[in-house]
T-cell receptor
Framework: DTAVSQTPKYLVTQMGNDKSIKCEQNLGHDTMYWYKQDSKKFLKIMFS???????INETVPNRFSPKSPDKAHLNLHINSLELGDSAVYFCASSQEQGHDEQFFGPGTRLTVL | GENVEQHPSTLSVQEGDSAVIKCTYSDSASNYFPWYKQELGKGPQLIIDIRSNVGEKKDQRIAVTLNKTAKHFSLHITETQPEDSAVYFCAASIGGSQGNLIFGKGTKLSVKP
């Protein structure tokens, strides 16, 4: 009965490839997020969606494209992967935007070679 | 832009001692201040939060204090145990109802038996 799940847990790929990370939440929340955590553990918001609508898009390269087919899913597609994209990516969800507890997934460690 | 400063970046205490982590924020409109604990290889998990209409909140060995005038808030852990060892993040809400959380850079707490 995992609340927020992500697949895959580990992703190793070559520069220039395109990859996707999937996220699903079974909490019935309206808002979902993607965060990037770099090697120094800094957690930075990338995107947030509320009821399948994009709310926040921080200064993320347009190689990153989130897709929300329904309220329970927010997938992250990355084109033309670069070395600097190597990080741990966390999906999260909350009932309300910004002022509510966020439930994080277990993370996806992306390594670009 | 808005930011959250967190100190110290690392903290080492003996089992049974208290630990204090401090954060300051810049957005005077911030009204929600959660604290997250991240264990190795896992996603951050909420341990306590406080809203701007409250000055202090306690949950067993964990307490959070908020000083809105000075724009700072602190996490206090008493009677620390080895299982408290983790990275702790403070966060503050920004941007109103369509906003998000800004996270501090984290504090790595080590509790020595």
């Amino acid at each position: 009965d995992t609340a927020v799940s992500q697949t895959p847990k580990y992703l190793v790929t070559q520069m220039g490839n395109d990859k996707s990370i999937k996220c699903e939440q079974n909490l019935g929340h309206d808002t979902m997020y993607w965060y990037k955590q770099d090697s120094k553990k800094f957690l930075k918001i990338m995107f947030s969606y509320n009821n399948k609508e994009l709310i926040i898009n921080e200064t993320v390269p347009n190689r990153f494209s989130p897709k929300s087919p329904d309220k329970a899913h927010l997938n992250l597609h990355i084109n033309s992967l670069e070395l600097g994209d190597s990080a741990v990516y966390f999906c999260a969800s909350s009932q309300e935007q910004g002022h509510d507890e966020q439930f994080f997934g277990p993370g996806t460690r992306l390594t670009v070679l | 832009g808005e930011n959250v400063e967190q100190h110290p970046s690392t903290l080492s205490v003996q089992e049974g001692d208290s630990a204090v982590i401090k954060c300051t924020y810049s957005d005077s409109a911030s009204n929600y201040f959660p604290w997250y604990k991240q264990e190795l290889g896992k996603g951050p998990q909420l341990i306590i939060d406080i809203r701007s209409n409250v000055g202090e909140k306690k949950d067993q060995r964990i307490a959070v204090t908020l000083n809105k005038t000075a724009k700072h808030f602190s996490l206090h852990i008493t009677e620390t145990q080895p299982e408290d060892s983790a990275v702790y993040f403070c966060a503050a809400s920004i941007g109103g109802s369509q906003g998000n959380l800004i996270f501090g850079k984290g504090t790595k707490l080590s509790v020595k038996p």
